[in-house]
């Protein structure tokens, strides 16, 4: 399992995943968030930058200084914005009171944890991701079988929601426990 969380503090305005079951993947647009931080963050960007176009930031660049534009420019990547993003916010000299969020994942929303409007701070989860290319399989065995199974064993199995198919697995754990 993974989250797409919010990486800024925010209200979600706009939801691009509404139900669960939705397959997404890593780089889908999720969510556009409005952020009065984000907004900061990218005029401290637009400012470094006209600065650093200044006459007077020519002179003083020749000294050993802090390079203002790309530090604005992590700061914004640290919040989950995409080099796109942050370029155009460059060429458009201007800040934008909404963002979208992408995933950084792929996979199935198992679960939709927030609603549109709702308020969200750094680190709270927004959906929930389950990667099903690989899952476990929880299979039971006779007493009399036992014998027969081991750690990291190979088994073939089917079901019958699936008739005709065949699915490998590797034995991950043998419980210590007989019923």
Known sequence: LGYITAWVNGRLDRL????????????????LIYSEELYAAQEELLQALRYAQSSAARQVQGEASIDLVESSREKLR???????????????????????????LGGIVVEKLRQEGDRVRTGDRIYTIADLTEVWVHLDAYESDLTWLRYGQEVVFTTEAYPGEHFVGRIAFIQPILD
């Open 78 to 104: 640290n919040w989950g914005l995409t080099e796109a993003q942050i370029s155009a916010i460059e060429q458009r000299r201007t800040p934008s009171y909404h963002m979208t969020l992408y995933a950084p």
């Open 16 to 31: 691009f995943v509404n139900f669960s079951g939705v397959n997404i993947k890593k780089g889908d647009h999720t969510a």
